[in-house]
């Protein structure tokens, strides 16, 4: 057996922090809206393209609700076998109650998700409304807990646009557990006028995940990924500062190219931005 010098375990030891940021890195995903239409078509194929892309993570929205037991194990196969993961889910509002929550937990677990995602509130008119909203998700949530899994909101303009005085975001996250995931939506934070690091800075640990979505002006969410008006090095560096994210995942909901352009370019410019 060779002897190991002195130089080359100092060498070794210094190389630690670097491999362990390096490790811990906050792995990039793509929000599977995105390319809804080629998901359509051809959902295996379309997940394959995403991964080819170089996306680490997908999450799948509403429509992967209709999965039957056998369909959400080949998806998983399928998953593992790209060495990508889907880490959380987007849902309608209705399955964070019974009789739906059932189903939304068992083919979670079947996907390997850690996190439920309630997409929207449906339509609510006042703060009382909003409060309501809130105990049926931390009820939900509840559930979800129970089987091992966390819940989340995912926000939209509405939630950041103040009713009577109050941004209805703030009813959500004050009336729901602490562990409970405030799923960012960046870019309608930024075009009600809110200061999406100030949020994330108010709320910590529990940004667990962001939809990186871009607004700007002009051109509202057609524009890509670091075109717009979100000052996104400051994002990042919240979110994974004070917020508690786990992964990031790129929105797109149209712009000039069509929608795998879209995600590929999008992901080329986080990088840069990331790096």
């Given at each position: 057996?060779k002897?190991i010098s ?5 060498a070794?030891?210094a190389?630690?922090?670097f491999a362990?940021k ?5 792995p ?12 359509a078509k051809?959902?295996?194929a ?7 892309m170089g996306?680490e993570?997908?999450e799948?929205?509403?429509p ?5 037991k056998?369909q959400?194990?080949e998806?998983k196969?399928?998953l593992?076998d790209l ?9 309608n509002y209705?399955n964070f109650?019974e009789p739906?929550?059932?189903h939304a937990?068992?083919?979670n677990?079947i996907?390997g998700s850690?996190c ?8 609510v008119?006042?703060l009382?409304?909003?409060?309501k909203?809130?105990?049926t ?8 807990k ?8 995912h926000?939209h ?9 109050k941004?209805?975001?703030e009813?959500?996250?004050a ?8 799923q ?8 009600m006028?809110?200061?999406p690091?100030?949020?994330?800075e108010a709320?910590p640990?529990?940004i ?10 002009q051109?509202?969410y057609?524009v890509?990924?670091?075109?717009g ?5 400051k994002v990042?560096d919240a979110?994974?500062?004070?917020g508690g994210v ?5 929105e797109?909901e149209?712009s000039?190219?069509?929608p795998m352009?879209?995600a ?6 986080y990088k840069?931005?990331a790096?």
């Amino acid at each position: 057996m060779k002897t190991i010098s002195r130089r080359s375990l100092l060498a070794g030891a210094a190389a630690l922090p670097f491999a362990a940021k390096a490790a811990g890195k906050v792995p990039i995903g793509l929000e599977l809206y995105s390319v809804r239409d080629e998901l359509a078509k051809d959902a295996p194929a379309t997940v394959r393209q995403v991964a080819k892309m170089g996306y680490e993570v997908v999450e799948f929205y509403a429509p992967y609700y209709t999965w039957t037991k056998e369909q959400a194990t080949e998806m998983k196969k399928l998953l593992d076998d790209l060495g990508i993961k889907c880490l959380s889910t987007h849902n309608n509002y209705g399955n964070f109650s019974e009789p739906l929550i059932g189903h939304a937990i068992e083919i979670n677990h079947i996907i390997g998700s850690k996190c439920i995602v309630a997409a929207s509130s449906g339509r609510v008119v006042d703060l009382d409304g909003w409060k309501k909203t809130a105990d049926t998700l931390a009820e939900g949530a509840a559930k979800m807990k129970a089987a091992g899994l966390k819940a989340g909101y995912h926000n939209h303009a509405a939630e950041f646009k103040p009713l009577e005085g109050k941004r209805p975001i703030e009813i959500i996250a004050a009336n729901t557990p602490r562990d409970f995931v405030l799923q960012l939506d960046v870019g309608t934070c930024v075009e009600m006028g809110s200061d999406p690091v100030a949020w994330i800075e108010a709320n910590p640990g529990r940004i667990q995940s962001l939809h990186l979505k871009d607004w700007a002006p002009q051109g509202g969410y057609q524009v890509l990924f670091g075109e717009g008006a979100v000052p996104w090095k400051k994002v990042l560096d919240a979110a994974e500062r004070v917020g508690g994210v786990t992964h990031y995942l790129i929105e797109q909901e149209g712009s000039r190219f069509t929608p795998m352009e879209t995600a590929e370019k999008c992901l080329a410019s986080y990088k840069k931005i990331a790096a």
